[in-house]
């Protein structure tokens, strides 16, 4: 049985830096894709960054820059390094496993999610 277990969440000021982890268990070869998404007060769930076979990376525009995923395959962990936050950053962010990269769709297991808060 897949579980994921988010952390690293918090409040932060506007500019600083958070780091989330992602800690997977249960997995199999065939789940060969990690993401995180993340889902702002009031609006949908929205991709923010992905990573396949453990070393490709691709990121949303609006993070393209500030963010760096990356993927501990030896913990079977991912990580999110968020710097510069803004305030639009805040949500709570879900750690994603699948098969495949179609980002835009919502499929896989999740994380319960960890709330993350940039304030001014």
């Known amino acids: 049985q897949v579980q994921l277990v988010e952390s690293g969440g918090g409040l932060v000021q506007a500019g600083g830096s958070l780091r989330l982890s992602c800690a997977a268990s249960?997995?199999?070869?065939?789940?060969?894709?990690m993401g995180w998404y993340r889902q702002a007060p009031g609006k949908q769930r929205e991709w923010v960054a992905g990573i396949i076979s453990g070393y490709i990376t691709i990121y949303a525009d609006s993070v393209k820059g500030r963010f760096t995923i990356s993927r501990d395959n030896a913990k079977n962990t991912m990580y999110l390094q968020m710097n510069s936050l803004k305030l639009e950053d805040t949500g709570v962010y879900y750690c994603n496993l699948r098969a495949g990269s179609r980002w835009s769709v919502a499929t896989g297991y999740w994380g319960q999610g960890t709330q993350v808060t940039v304030s001014s």
């Open positions: 249960g997995s199999s070869a065939s789940l060969n894709a």
